[in-house]
């Protein structure tokens, strides 16, 4: 019997880490399956990017919803529908409520385009740059309640130049957001890592 | 006419950035001098290591300053008596006011264990091993009024391993520190280190 760990990516925009993920993993001798792809943006890129591989999408437009919970329980509802895994959040950039972290956690992963716990929130690596570190990076962690505060699970360092622009260091970043995202799905899927308090451990042998 | 950059190092304990110092740049071809080693502890094993390089010493103890203000003068004497170009805090555990700092700003620069601004302050790896970072590293920064707060000048960035302990991963950190911080003085000495309002510019072609 070959099991196949699900995956349910959120995005709000380009996708391209959702296309990385497609690309590294989705089916192709993994048995990882990614069910679905919800979008709260209508017509965005990365809706066309999963139709193209023929994964399911939905757009919840967190407009017409008056309250948070009831957007929420739209999303749960398609997930649960289909017995997901594991939530990957790909640039999606909408706040989670504590009722839906609570009720997943801890399989919500996200990405993160700084080495936390530095510059958490929105534009991380404006906020990088505006700080003049010489070293940043990106962060898959597990969501908890904060402000991308929950676990680490996976981190990688990229040097910040003199020169660099928001788009040049975020481009670098995105690279290597490419490279850790999948490894750390993969590695989900193979029951490798381990959460112990807030600490996470790989096995990665 | 040679021009010798002049370095007065402020230590607390051991002092082995203070012996990276010595061995990769003191005199030897480079234009610099450690002019002066002051501790604000008495018998450490840094003031050893200083006179075995024939580096004046001075013990400025500050138990035995009522005022803070009194105690820093006194390091003010020591180092204006010699022309001093740069100060170096090489674990050096004493906080200065912000007196002292205005009075030298942006001549005192600092090593710190950690990629700032993450885990500024004490136990700095411990902070890095209880958040479950998986990369941290080590710090060059001018020291302004804050607690490890000031522009940055190198990073270098250390992979913390699943089995890393505060004393494992401070070894691995201290070093790069051993690289960095020498790398930083010659740079600084070479009149290479540009200061843009917080972000600082290296000229290194």
């Known amino acids: 019997m070959i099991i196949i760990f699900k995956v349910a990516v959120l995005i709000s925009g380009k996708g391209s880490n959702l296309q990385s993920i497609i690309d590294r993993l989705h089916i192709k001798n993994n048995n990882i399956e990614i069910k679905c792809v919800i979008s709260n943006n209508k017509d965005v890129l990365g809706l066309k990017r999963a139709k193209d591989s023929d994964i399911c999408t939905y757009t919840v437009n967190d407009c017409n919803y008056k309250k948070s919970k009831e957007y929420e329980k739209e999303i749960i509802n398609i997930i649960d529908g289909q017995s997901i895994d594991l ?3 790909a640039g999606y950039m909408r706040l989670l409520s504590p009722y839906f972290i609570d009720y997943y956690y ?7 385009p700084s080495l936390l716990p530095s510059f958490p929130g929105l534009n991380a690596q404006q906020q990088a740059l505006d700080y003049g570190v010489k070293v940043s990076g990106c962060t898959v962690h597990f969501v908890d309640k904060g402000v991308d505060s929950g676990p680490i699970i996976k981190q990688k360092a990229v040097v910040v130049d003199s020169n660099d622009t928001v788009n040049s260091l975020s481009k670098r970043i995105l690279k290597d957001e490419h490279k850790i995202l999948p490894e750390v799905i993969k590695l989900l899927s193979l029951n490798k890592v381990k959460l112990k308090n807030r600490t996470v451990i790989i096995e990665e042998r």
């Open 87 to 89: 939530i990957v959040l």
């Open 106 to 112: 801890p399989k919500i992963i996200n990405i993160h």
